[in-house]
Structures are given as structure tokens and as C-alpha cells.
T-cell receptor, first 112, second 117 residues
Framework: TQLLEQSPQFLSIQEGENLTVYCNSS?????LQWYRQEPGEGPVLLVT?????EVKKLKRLTFQFGDARKDSSLHITAAQPGDTGLYLCAGERKTSYDKVIFGPGTSLSVIP | GAVVSQHPSWVICKSGTSVKIECRSLDFQATTMFWYRQFPKQSLMLMATSNEGSKATYEQGVEKDKFLINHASLTLSTLTVTSAHPEDSSFYICSARDPSGHTGELFFGEGSRLTVL
């Protein structure tokens, strides 16, 4: 059972277009992170959202955490080829081991 | 920021041999490290949580006798793939959280690509 779902799974767009990636769960998370990963490398943290309804902006990237802390979205404005990569959402549930569970990922390809 | 380093970055081995992957936290002490496995074009699957000075906690479906984890110090965790087979070929990634960090960010190693012939 996948705790976190992401959509779309694959996305190919032209440079300059906007896009939104969604991360959904039936579980409540104490925090949710978005990572970007390039082939052959480890994931790199983009943002952590903690408070329900929180919105964070990172240049052309806008992240939102749902009010119920079960879902999140990542919006990219005017996508560039450098945005190409695998975008992963990850939820943290406060268990005795503070595990971070990853969603299946969204593979984004921005065509020049 | 905190740095987590893995070694080797890639390894090729024959079927039946064992391979050890190291994960080090370079500028902080980590009582807990996490080991993930990633197949091509797929997400990271948590294999186990490595606890310094105690036994690792394995996720359901992960064979503890197959994937031996040792967290002997506060800066080093090792994953040994025993009697490796071609289906064990994958990208293995470790991560650790800097306990002194304000955000509790999880730092990832560069990953280790294992190919079993």
C-alpha cells in the first residue's frame, strides 16, 4: 500500500509552460518535504512544509500544504530545461523512528 | 550544510559475493540513519532504519539476513548485501538527520549503484 500518491507520474512540457504536481495521502503527516533528484544522484531537499495551509515560495516554485496536512502541491511557473528531474514528495510521521516515506515521484521533462 | 557521503559510488560484483556500502555523516553525529533502495525511474523505498549501538529496524518484506546493517559509530553505518544476485542490482541511498539542525532536514548521500553480474 502506497502511503503517498503523486500525480502525474510523468510530465513532458515545453519551456515556459506552467505545471502543477500533486502529492496526496489518506494519512496525516507532521511535515512534508519536496525533493528533486537527478539521475545517479541522491535527492536534494527543496522545501519542508509543516503547518496546514502553509504556502512557501522558492523563486519560480510554489509549494502548498493542505489544511488537513494530508496533501501538498508543487507549482512551477515558466518551466526551464534546468527544472528537468524527478520530483519526490516525502512525508514524515512521528513514530518512534521518525521515518520519512517517499511518494512514487513525478518525472518532469522540460523541452527547450 | 550537513554532508552525508557514501562509498563506493558504484560497484560491480559477481553473483554470490557480498558487497559492503558505507554511509558516513561528515560533520555531524547521527544516531539514526536510513537506507533506501531505488530502481530505475522509481521512487525511494525505505529498507531499514539504522540505529547506533542497537539492531536495525527493517521494513516489511526486507530480509534482514540478506541486507546486513551495522551502525557501529555515530558517523558510520554500513549496508552489506550478502550473497548478491542480479535482482539485487539497484541504486542504494542512505540518509541521516542532523539532530542539531533547526529544520531537522534529512541529508542524503550520493548513492551507490550496485550491479550484480
Amino acid at each position: 500500500t502506497q502511503l503517498l500518491e503523486q500525480s502525474p507520474q510523468f510530465l513532458s512540457i515545453q519551456e515556459g509552460e506552467n505545471l502543477t504536481v500533486y502529492c496526496n495521502s489518506s494519512s496525516v503527516f507532521s511535515s512534508l518535504q519536496w525533493y528533486r533528484q537527478e539521475p545517479g544522484e541522491g535527492p536534494v531537499l527543496l522545501v519542508t512544509v509543516v503547518t496546514g495551509g502553509e504556502v512557501k515560495k522558492l523563486k519560480r516554485l510554489t509549494f502548498q500544504f493542505g489544511d488537513a496536512r494530508k496533501d501538498s502541491s508543487l507549482h512551477i511557473t515558466a518551466a526551464q530545461p534546468g527544472d528537468t528531474g524527478l520530483y519526490l514528495c516525502a512525508g514524515e510521521r512521528k513514530t518512534s523512528y521518525d521515518k520519512v516515506i517517499f511518494g512514487p515521484g513525478t518525472s518532469l521533462s522540460v523541452i527547450p | 550544510g550537513a554532508v552525508v557521503s557514501q562509498h563506493p559510488s558504484w560497484v560491480i560484483c559477481k553473483s554470490g559475493t557480498s558487497v559492503k556500502i558505507e554511509c558516513r555523516s561528515l560533520d555531524f553525529q547521527a544516531t539514526t540513519m536510513f537506507w533506501y533502495r531505488q530502481f530505475p525511474k522509481q521512487s525511494l523505498m525505505l529498507m531499514a532504519t539504522s540505529n547506533e549501538g542497537s539492531k536495525a529496524t527493517y521494513e516489511q518484506g526486507v530480509e534482514k539476513d540478506k541486507f546486513l546493517i551495522n551502525h557501529a559509530s555515530l558517523t558510520l553505518s554500513t549496508l552489506t548485501v550478502t550473497s548478491a544476485h542480479p535482482e539485487d542490482s539497484s541504486f542504494y541511498i542512505c540518509s541521516a538527520r542532523d539532530p542539531s539542525g533547526h529544520t531537522g532536514e534529512l541529508f542524503f548521500g550520493e548513492g551507490s549503484r550496485l550491479t550484480v553480474l
